[in-house]
């Protein structure tokens, strides 16, 4: 058996289901790209029949895909099938992913459905994908949760009918490590065709054991792992890629597996996708926080001096936490920048390279040094935006602790094109300038998490904002970058206000192609 590990990215699907992490399709792009970089074997870019949308950004990430295969998920049945196909079609390497339950409890409750009928269903359905390519993957939902026997039978059927990767997930993180091993042992060793196959395994972190379950099925034979940058996903989320790939490097001397994973890459993907998504990094997140590889106690700081390897079993330079020797300031000129972006994983054309050099200029105005953490929201904030139904041109605000003289909040924005302006008090700053661009705009949204975060250190950095809205149904996360954080404010509002918006759109038009 191989030892090498194949990582399959669920960040753009499972991820992006999570709450608050929707994506536009140029954020998406960046994603896709970042994750080639990262050395990642198969991205699954989106369940292209879950909506147009869907559909759209998982055919542009294949179209724009070099060596990576592709994966959409669909259900397993015709419609889905076909629509999948017709996504992932035009990639170099495309895969179809379909699922269905095979627990008694979704059988019976989700699909009403007898065991045999499902069988059935699987055998159609893969039949159906093996029709488009031999790159097709089954997953058999629930199978933590499901008769160890029957799953055998389902991997039996899938395999003959072309399935070439098997995914076994726990669905509801309900698995214990040496349990979710065990199973996965008995399902290789029962299903007599299970060499024909890849096995997978797909763990959700519901009880915290993603990664833990996730090396526990490597350790008995399973070859490729489901993962999400920084672990993101439904409810609790993934296993998060980075901790699995440096869990394998640290300890290859134990688990003996490769993988191709550029570890370097590892801090500048968390960071990306955190600011895509508008979701800080927890100061002690494994790998990737800011305190991972900080030293506070004393004794600790004495055994560095003395040999680094006394408290760090790896170095921040191998996740690509290291300071960029090239540093951008106000007298940095075009090719510098471009360099630097370069550096930073970001391929600029000449318009958007012109967006961000004036941005950088104006940046270098206020504040001396430009690090990594800066040029990576600004690239962010400048050129990766949706192109907007609401922009946000000026905003000016007045606090005061002047009995008698409320805050106030003057506001100029294009709406749908058009320009208009509005002012207003507000019981501080920030409510001021939700109020004048509710007044303006016509809507009520309830704010529903409003939070500051400094990318960089020192009282000039760079603010970053983040407010998560609610009106009605929808509920959706905006962000935004700027050393005054009033005006990060009123970006992230504005940004979390088109979210809402957009989400409205896909909402009514799904409702009119199913009414
Ligand atoms: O958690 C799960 O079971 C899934 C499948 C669709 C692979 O996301
Ligand atoms: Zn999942």
Same mark, same amino acid.
């Given at each position: ?20 992490? =929707?994506?536009?399709?140029?954020? &998406? ?78 059988? &019976? ?8 009928? #499902? ?39 899938? $395999? ?5 990767? $098997? ?16 199973? $996965? ?5 029962? =299903?007599?065709?299970?060499? +024909? ?31 999400? $940058? ?21 300890? &290859? ?22 600011? =895509? ?52 300031? +106000? ?29 950088? +200029? ?5 504040? +001396? ?38 805050? =106030? ?10 320009? &208009? ?5 507000? #019981? ?88």
């Amino acid at each position: 058996m191989s030892n090498r590990v194949l990582f399959f990215d669920t960040t753009l699907r499972d991820g992006e289901q999570s709450p608050g992490a =929707t994506m536009n399709l140029q954020e &998406k792009l960046r994603i896709a790209y970042q994750l080639e970089v990262l050395g990642v074997d198969i991205m699954e870019a989106g369940f292209p029949a879950s909506s147009q949308g869907d559909f759209e950004s998982v055919q542009r990430i294949a179209r724009q895909a070099k060596s990576i295969q592709v994966a959409g998920l669909c259900r397993c049945m015709d419609s889905d099938i076909d629509r999948c196909w017709e996504a992932v079609k035009d990639a170099r390497n495309p895969r179809i992913h379909t699922f269905l339950s095979t627990s008694p409890l979704h059988m &019976k409750y989700k699909l009403r459905k007898d065991p045999e009928v #499902v069988l059935q269903m699987i055998e159609a359905g893969v039949r159906r994908c093996a029709g488009y390519t031999d790159n097709v993957e089954f997953s058999a939902e629930d199978a933590s949760r499901s008769e160890r026997d029957f799953l055998c039978r389902v991997v039996e059927t899938a $395999i003959r009918a072309g399935a070439t990767t $098997i995914n076994l997930p726990d669905t509801v993180g309900y698995a214990q490590p040496q349990e979710f091993a065990d199973l $996965i042992r008995y399902v290789i060793e029962n =299903t007599p065709n299970s060499d +024909k196959a890849i096995f997978s395994v797909h763990c959700h972190n519901d009880l915290g054991l993603a990664v833990a379950n996730t090396l526990a099925a490597l350790s008995v034979g399973a070859r490729q792992a489901e993962v999400t $940058i920084s672990g993101i996903g439904e409810r609790a989320g993934n296993a998060a890629l980075e901790e699995l790939a440096m869990a394998l490097r640290v300890r &290859k001397d134990y688990y003996g597996l490769e993988h191709g994973i550029v570890t370097e890459q590892l801090y500048p993907s968390c960071r990306l996708l955190s600011m =895509t998504i508008g979701q800080p990094i927890p100061n002690n997140k494994a790998i990737v926080g800011a305190n991972a590889f900080a030293h506070e106690s004393g004794i600790h700081q004495d055994g560095m001096l003395k040999n680094r390897e006394t408290y760090e079993i790896m170095t921040p330079q191998s996740v690509g936490r290291n300071e960029s020797n090239l540093v951008i300031g +106000k007298h940095s000129g075009r090719n510098a920048v471009r360099n630097k972006f370069e550096s930073l994983g970001y391929s600029l054309d000449d318009d958007q390279l012109q967006i961000v050099f004036e941005a950088v +200029k104006a940046l270098a105005d206020r504040k +001396k040094t430009l690090l990594d953490d800066d040029l990576m929201a600004l690239v962010q904030e400048e050129v990766y935006r949706m192109p907007d139904l609401y922009r946000l041109r000026h905003v000016s605000v007045q606090s005061s602790d002047a009995g008698g003289v409320p805050p =106030t909040a003057a506001v100029l924005m294009d709406v749908d094109g058009m320009e &208009k302006s509005g002012a207003g008090f507000g #019981v501080g700053p920030v409510d001021a300038i939700f109020n004048v661009i509710n007044d303006m705009l016509g809507r009520e949204p309830q704010l529903e998490q409003y939070a500051v975060n400094a990318v960089t250190g020192g009282t000039d950095a760079l603010g970053e904002v983040t407010v998560r809205l609610r009106e009605g149904e929808f509920s959706a996360v905006g962000r935004g970058a700027h050393p005054d954080i009033l005006v990060a404010t009123a970006r992230a509002y504005v940004n979390a206000l088109n979210h809402l918006a957009k989400k409205e759109k896909e909402g009514e038009r799904l409702h009119c192609q199913h009414s």
